[in-house]
């Protein structure tokens, strides 16, 4: 399976390899990559569980949850009264 990853999340894959070998703590880690303890946390946790690809993110590819109103509005500027 091909995964699509941006060099944000490319450069996660060390930090969190070094994590995981236990060269790093979490606070350090936190600091590296600018992210809240929290967010290294769950990372970690994706990164164990589906290595690398489970980095990428997961809304990359899918609709957004308003198509319709990304497409065309329901008004248009002509619509607009001007006084």
Known sequence: ??????QKELDRIPVL????????TQSRAAKLLNLSVRQVQRL???YQS???AGLSSQKR???ANWP???REPSWTTSDWVQC
């Open 61 to 63: 590819g899918k609709p």
């Open 68 to 70: 319709a109103l990304i």
């Open 17 to 24: 390899q070094q994590l995981c070998d236990k060269c790093l």
């Open 1 to 6: 399976m091909l995964v699509t990853m941006s």
């Open 50 to 52: 589906d290595g690398a």
């Open 44 to 46: 970690l946790n994706r």
